[in-house]
């Protein structure tokens, strides 16, 4: 079975149950299904073909669905691009995934050159088609079950084409459910970029028959709003969007109906999940997702008492920590945390590495470090690529600017290293203020020393307009 197949079937066990809520218009099972063969035969028809690769570069919405899915339909490889892409950065991500055509909606702020063709919905919307090259050559060659080739977000170095096979995604959509347990009942309020949350999550909402409402935008009103009117069940967002509810104001409450809140994309500081447990009586369970794997490590149980731990492994998968000589570690020491189970990524494209080669022992290394406690229950500690040594002192840079974050005035802070004569090196943070918020160099490294070890504080502040992140939110290091 594919993709196109399993919408197929999804189509058939609830053709009446609404699949994608999008402002005033719901779009129930049957008629997504409808949508996207109709877009499937457009696409057909201007040449679209088995292998061939595909950019779909759209907002959040019906059409970024209905896209994919077509192209997948058609046996195409789909590359899906962040609408917000400049075009240095688009350029630089189809020079090394050379797509025959993009398709895309109003939302872009940049496109290619190109033949251009107007693609219509049955809802009279309308898409563009922009042909780059009568070309097929295969995207993927030597991987005929090829879906989809993705670009890891590149915070601590250059962005990776990570390649996934229909098979591999819904191995890994079916593992995330042994956990999740949605179906049919649920309501998924959906916030976060499709563009990087295709593969796991919309995937597995649309095989369970589940509606996915999408959100008009990521703040705290539209997210309240939208959750009270629809009756949401789930909440599945980013750290950002955890902050920015419980900080809202006039103080709201979360509808009856949402009793399940999910953060994933980056690290959660465990008082922003106090302070959202605190304030609405939800807990925030923590979601440990990469794209090379899925989503393998859940706190689905302990979420309330330990919110700083992304939890455990789901049944199918099997997670190490590992130390330098790739060695397993135990009694709570931080090693590199590596993990294998279902659905994972076929390889890279550029440069083109098969998973065996990108493999360790059969584990996938994350590149974070991480530990587990006495009770099995895993935390990670930072990234190894980001880690900051001080005489001889670990220093974790999401930990400080997880305190950071946690003083009023601070909307988003970034914490690297500085060279130290005596010391090797110290640490130095990047720090973005609320639009209306005022702190001082002093007052801010008091109150770090209030919360963390002498050699954690920082040793410099720069206040800056805004602390660099990737396209998919996340802070950028390196």
């Not at 594919?2 to 809520?21: K, Q, T, Y």
């Not at 008492?305 to 099997?318: M, N």
């Not at 090797?424 to 801010?444: R, Y």
């Amino acid at each position: 079975m594919n993709l196109f197949d399993s919408l197929a079937d999804s189509a058939r066990g609830w053709p009446e149950r609404p699949a994608i809520v999008e402002g005033d218009r719901t779009l129930n099972y049957r008629d997504l299904w409808r949508e996207v063969e109709a877009l499937r035969v457009q696409l057909r028809h201007l040449g679209v073909r088995e292998t061939q690769g595909i950019a779909v570069m759209a907002g959040n919405g019906r059409a970024f669905v209905i896209a994919v899915l077509a192209a997948v339909g058609c046996g195409a490889v789909v590359l899906p691009l962040h609408p917000q892409q400049k075009a240095a950065e688009l350029n630089e991500t189809l020079a090394r995934a050379p797509v025959g055509a993009v398709i895309s909606d109003g939302r872009c702020s940049s496109l290619p050159n190109g033949d251009r063709r107007v693609l219509t919905l049955l809802d009279d919307a309308r898409l563009t088609l922009t042909i780059l090259t009568s070309d097929a050559a295969p995207l993927v060659p030597g991987t005929s079950d090829a879906a989809f080739v993705r670009f890891t977000s590149g915070t601590t170095g250059a962005a990776k084409g990570v390649i996934l096979t229909h098979g591999g995604v819904l191995e890994r959509v079916r593992a995330a459910n042994e956990g999740l347990r949605l179906g049919p009942e649920d309501v998924v309020l959906w916030v976060l970029p499709m563009a990087y949350h295709f593969f796991v999550s919309i995937v597995l909402y649309l095989q369970a028959g589940a509606a996915i409402v999408i959100c008009p935008d990521h703040l705290a009103d539209s997210i309240l709003d939208a959750a009270t009117r629809h009756r949401a069940t789930f909440l599945y967002v980013a750290p950002m969007q955890i902050r920015m509810l419980t900080a809202a104001a006039p103080p709201r409450r979360l509808p009856p109906s949402l009793a399940r809140v999910m953060s994933v994309s980056s690290f959660l500081p465990p008082q922003n999940a106090r302070d959202f447990h605190a304030r609405f009586g939800v807990p925030v369970s923590q979601g440990y997702g990469i794209i090379e794997v899925g989503l393998p490590i859940m706190n689905l149980r302990e979420a309330a008492d330990r919110p700083e731990a992304i939890g455990r492994p789901l049944p199918s998968f099997e997670v190490a920590i590992l130390d330098d000589d790739l060695l397993p570690m135990t009694g709570g020491e931080t090693g590199q945390l590596a993990v294998r189970g279902p659905g994972m990524f076929a390889g890279y494209l550029s440069p083109r590495i098969p998973r065996e080669q990108a493999l360790r022992a059969g584990f996938f290394l994350t590149g974070d470090l991480a530990h587990r406690d006495a009770d099995g229950l895993i935390t990670i500690d930072g990234r190894s690529k980001s880690l900051i040594n001080i005489a001889g002192h670990k220093v974790f840079p999401e930990e400080v600017s997880a305190v950071i974050e946690q003083h009023p005035a601070v909307l988003r802070a970034r914490v690297s290293t500085r060279p130290h004569p005596q010391l090797g090196e110290v640490v130095h943070a990047e720090v973005q203020l609320h639009a209306a918020g005022s702190v001082g160099v002093e007052d801010l490294l008091a109150f770090c020393r209030r919360r963390l070890s002498g050699h954690k504080v920082p040793a410099s502040v720069d206040f800056v307009e805004e602390v660099k992140t990737t396209m998919s939110g996340k802070v950028r290091y390196g």
